[in-house]
T-cell receptor, first 113, second 113 residues
């Protein structure tokens, strides 16, 4: 069984530029999460999807961040414009239902210069 | 909101020695508890989980953890560590009826030869 796939693995951009991250969850997993992991910290939830519906986006900075999960499968997280403080690892995770543990992708390491 | 405290940011230990990584959480309601491991440049991998039943939980790679409700703790232990256990370990908690995970800030385990 393939795991959670994320791309790109690494991204370096200049501040004020846009950037997008892509996530393909494990097949059949209805729940998809995007997390932000700052250096030396644990993951913090940005947004959670149940199928194509964003059911928890309370921690998503909506002035610059957006996300979508079309057809309830793949998801894209976008930042526009990026700021220096956005440098971090962005993790995607999926789970088959609300009572199960999460399966994480390898993450995208973003560096904003 | 829940909070998860991992008191030790770094734990150095010699190979074949025992180790305990501490995790305390704050919650007035029943919770599920998890330990994840993160190797460099990889996503998080589930080590073990406590959902209900026996308070002693065994996981992969010889790790185990004990749920202590009165002390709101979920400490991770291994009787004899290997060099390959060098990684960062995260404790996480979620409420029974709310699908949101809260992670601690992580403990870096450094196993020395």
């Amino acid at each position: 069984e393939a795991g959670v796939v994320q791309s790109p693995r690494y991204k370096i951009i200049e501040k004020k530029q846009p950037v997008a991250f892509w996530c393909n969850p494990i097949s059949g997993h209805n729940t998809l999460y995007w997390y932000l992991q700052n250096l030396g910290q644990g993951p913090e939830l940005l947004i959670r999807y149940e199928n194509e519906e964003a059911v928890d986006d309370s921690q998503l900075p909506k002035d610059r961040f957006s996300a979508e999960r079309l057809k309830g499968v793949d998801s894209t997280l976008k930042i526009q414009p990026a700021e220096l403080g956005d440098s971090a690892v962005y993790l995607c995770a999926s789970s088959p239902g609300t009572d199960y543990e999460q399966y994480f992708g390898p993450g995208t390491r973003l560096t904003v210069t | 909101a829940q909070s998860v405290t991992q008191l030790d940011s770094q734990v150095p230990v010699f190979e074949e020695a025992p180790v305990e990584l501490r995790c305390n959480y704050s919650s007035s309601v029943s919770v599920y508890l998890f330990w994840y491991v993160q190797y460099p440049n990889q996503g998080l991998q589930l080590l073990l989980k406590y959902l209900s039943g026996s308070t002693l939980v065994k996981g992969i790679n010889g790790f185990e953890a004990e749920f202590n409700k009165s002390q709101t703790s979920f400490h991770l232990r291994k009787p004899s560590v290997h060099i390959s256990d060098t990684a960062e370990y995260f404790c996480a908690v979620r409420r029974y009826n709310f699908n949101k995970f809260y992670f601690g800030s992580g403990t870096k385990l450094n196993v020395k030869p």
